[in-house]
């Protein structure tokens, strides 16, 4: 008997996929899945407001319900949703309008709000609520689900009505989830998504009905990224076959000049010589004229005919050649006002210092920048159980927060691999330290769905160690004129304590002079002497080492290597 393997062959859709890997999407352990749903829903409002140039208010709310479930409601004032795109953009995988774009932006895959009502239907069988409005009077609420067979949104009980209302408020009520305080949960999420975007004002309101408010630290939308176009150096053989195969350019000449940065007709030129040469080296029985014809002919060629081995030898071509680097005007940082701004609303410090490195590339073509900020003292660091505070990674990209998965990832690879004793922070686990640091990409490179960890690039861990460093430097300085200021106290406070004494007995000794005169000009010698430290002499003790030798810096010595 022959087996019929037919009979067994079935198709699969991409919501089929994430309904039994939900863990892909970060919807592992109680209180992460929780954390996942407040972070998509956040993400698409912050993402909605700022692409309409609107200063984001955002309320998050939780309630614990009888049956054990919880209900996540979250409401923005963004423009809202079109009523023709409410389904895919709620209740379609990998439907969006971020996956094509060659921009700096939070969300990627396009998988998000679907896959928040993914698991609420998976966890309760419950549809999400929404309503929407543009602000022209009309005001359209529904609620949706999804087919997972074929990937397509269930709307049920629409609604179109008057009302003057602007923004989307969405519900969704979801089982097999656990509110905590931990570092882990929602609020904690909240808190640093306010810390990397200080125009934003949150109201999170948690399961006991305790309000906290987030106040904006700032008034000013940021700039919108603009879209750039692929660098050749940061593509692959199978997607310069997809741009080429989706290209209306009449010529492969053109379509290089018009769909990639940096490729002018003289590099097209450069291409080709290249390419012949590559050629040559390959086939050495081949003729030059044989292989110029060759080349000629592929430039002339349409794109739509490019195979995998054109493509294969051109990507080859591409590493060969000099290219001037990526554009960076589509990187859009935080900024170090902004920063300084939400660090001081959020943790109160003693101290704050915030540095901002120029964009690099990775991967031969994708541009990126570091933005590094440490807090210390006050409210910085973590509480700990036994009344401690320990020095705390806040890790961010594209302004959203990275709460899991902290181990795999190139940002703390970077900051744990630092000596900080070298700046004085004697044991990171035991100060009362922040470090922010916000990777700034087109191009995350996640190491996974969940988006919560960055892969360990050489380029990022890098740059990360600098930017940190260069705040290091300045806590350092920091911590120096605490600890003179902390000596010139002590010994202020050692000859006030004879200035009194003295002032009685001098002139008795003397037989001329006012005692209460005498006391009033050693009382202001002692002040004037040990008045407080100055920027200046913290710095030039820093430079020093303990045998009053000059030190270089770290980071201009990581650099010139």
Known sequence: MVYDISKEFKEHSIAEFFKKNKQMLGFSGKVRSLTTVVHEFVTNSLDACEEAGILPEITVQLEQLPSGHMRLTVEDNGPGIPKKLVGKALGQMLAGTKFHRFMQQRGQQGIGASGVVLYSQITTGKPVYFKTGLGDGKAYEGEIKIDFQNNRPILMNEREYDENYRGLKVQAVFGDVKYDKSEYSPFEYIKRTALANPH???????????RILFPRASDLVPEEPIEVQPHPLGIGTHDLLEYAHASQERKLSSFFVNTFSRFSYGKVEETKAELVK????????????????????????????????????????????????????ALRP??????????????????????????????????????????????????????????TIYRFANRVPLLFDAGGCALTTAVKGLDWRRYDVHDFENEPISVFINFISVHVPYTGAGKQAISEEEEI?????????????????????????????????????????????????????????????????????????????????????????????ETTDAEEE
């Open 278 to 329: 590559h050629m040559l080296e390959k086939n050495t029985g081949m003729l030059n004229s044989d292989a110029e014809k060759a080349v000629q002919d592929l430039f002339e060629a349409s794109p739509k005919e490019l195979t995998w081995e054109q493509a294969e030898m051109l990507i080859y071509v591409f590493k060969r050649l000099k290219w001037i680097s990526p554009e960076t005007e």
């Open 200 to 210: 934003a004002q949150i109201i999170f309101i948690d399961p006991t009905g305790e």
């Open 461 to 553: 861990i890098e740059e990360v160690r600098l930017a940190v460093m260069e705040a290091a430097r300045g806590i350092q300085r920091y911590l120096h004129g605490k600890i003179r200021e902390r000596t010139r106290e002590a010994k202020k406070k050692a000859i006030l304590r004879y200035v009194k004494q003295l002032s009685q007995d001098l002139p008795q000794l003397a037989g001329k002079g006012e005692p209460e005169q005498l006391e009033r000009k050693l009382m202001q010698l002692v002040e004037n002497k040990y008045s407080q430290l100055t920027l200046e002499e913290a710095e030039e003790e820093v430079e020093k080492n303990g045998n009053g030798e000059e030190v270089r810096d």
């Open 334 to 391: 935080i900024g170090p006002s902004q920063i300084e701004k939400a660090m001081r609303n959020i943790f109160n410090p003693e101290y704050v210092v915030v540095t901002e490195r120029k964009p690099k590339i990775f991967r031969g073509g994708i541009p990126f920048m570091v933005e590094a900020a440490i807090a210390y003292g006050g409210n910085a660091g973590t509480q700990k159980a036994d009344g401690g505070v320990s020095g």
